[in-house]
């Protein structure tokens, strides 16, 4: 009978916890860090300003948590996600699309994140920090799986590739936190993957090489030959 009691105490205790959080996201994501109170998340939540304080000692802790509310599960299903996926390129593009379309789909948690917790140092220097990192970490972990492999080229800077990735997703989802656009960031994040990869698969590539050649003195003739090597 005990162990039932405690039980459901827990059950319920998680769900005022997940409650505020959500209701922080809203608010942080409506009025920014600094206007918002607690006092309004607590009526959000519909739990008293102390029952928050239970679970968070201050605005800020509460603000660094929020992660653990979306971010932290999300990354460990997309990591369990790719161990099933053979090749380091389509390992790397699900971890970009999943991403994105995580911020894509809760868009108030884009803008906490994009806006508030990434330019706070304080954040920087937390252990939810690093955990909320553990996608990006790994898109390192697959470049530098790509290129041992041979499947991407043996050149890259697994470190400027991730940057281009990454800072464009998180350029996409500040903006449209910002301005409203992208409408439809998804689409956009294709077309840059493509881009990219062009770039860093090892492939055959294809050189064009220009001759101008003088015929009769006259005739000037450009002849393009086309030289298929491996990268």
Same mark, same amino acid.
């Given at each position: 009978?005990?162990k039932?009691?405690?039980?459901r105490k827990?059950?319920?205790?998680?769900?005022?916890?997940?409650?505020? $959080?959500t209701?922080?996201?809203?608010?942080?994501?409506?009025?920014?860090?600094t206007?918002a109170?607690?006092?309004e998340?607590?009526?959000d939540?519909?739990?008293s300003?102390?029952?928050?304080?239970?679970?968070?000692s201050?605005?800020?802790? $509460?603000l660094?948590q929020?992660?653990?509310?979306?971010?932290?599960?999300?990354?460990?299903?997309?990591v369990?996600?790719?161990?099933?996926v053979?090749d380091?390129?389509?390992?790397?593009?699900i971890?970009?699309r999943r991403?994105?379309?995580?911020?894509?789909?809760?868009?108030d948690?884009?803008?906490v994140l994009?806006?508030? $917790?990434?330019v706070?140092?304080?954040? $920087?220097k937390?252990?939810?920090?690093?955990e909320f990192?553990?996608v990006?970490?790994?898109?390192?972990n697959?470049? +530098? +799986?790509?290129?041992?492999?041979?499947?991407?080229r043996a /050149?890259?800077?697994?470190?400027?590739i991730?940057a281009m990735?990454w800072?464009?997703?998180?350029?996409?989802?500040?903006?449209?936190s910002?301005?409203?656009?992208?409408? /439809?960031p998804l689409i956009l994040?294709?077309q840059?993957?493509d881009?990219i990869?062009?770039?860093?698969?090892a492939?055959q590539? +294809?050189q064009t090489?220009?001759?101008n050649i003088?015929?009769?003195?006259?005739t000037?003739?450009?002849?393009?030959?086309? /030289?298929?090597?491996?990268?």
């Amino acid at each position: 009978m005990e162990k039932t009691i405690t039980k459901r105490k827990k059950k319920q205790n998680l769900e005022k916890r997940s409650a505020v $959080l959500t209701a922080a996201i809203k608010i942080f994501a409506q009025k920014g860090f600094t206007e918002a109170t607690i006092s309004e998340i607590a009526k959000d939540a519909g739990v008293s300003e102390a029952t928050i304080y239970d679970y968070f000692s201050s605005k800020e802790e $509460l603000l660094f948590q929020i992660p653990s509310e979306i971010s932290v599960k999300h990354q460990e299903e997309t990591v369990r996600l790719i161990e099933h996926v053979p090749d380091a390129a389509n390992k790397l593009k699900i971890l970009v699309r999943r991403q994105l379309s995580l911020y894509v789909e809760n868009e108030d948690y884009g803008t906490v994140l994009m806006l508030i $917790l990434n330019v706070n140092r304080n954040f $920087l220097k937390t252990e939810m920090y690093q955990e909320f990192r553990l996608v990006a970490n790994k898109v390192m972990n697959v470049l +530098e +799986e790509g290129i041992q492999n041979g499947e991407f080229r043996a /050149d890259l800077d697994p470190y400027v590739i991730r940057a281009m990735l990454w800072g464009t997703l998180e350029n996409m989802v500040s903006r449209r936190s910002l301005i409203g656009e992208p409408k /439809d960031p998804l689409i956009l994040i294709e077309q840059v993957m493509d881009i990219i990869f062009k770039g860093i698969l090892a492939a055959q590539l +294809e050189q064009t090489i220009n001759l101008n050649i003088t015929l009769d003195s006259e005739t000037l003739t450009r002849i393009s030959m086309k /030289d298929v090597r491996k990268a």
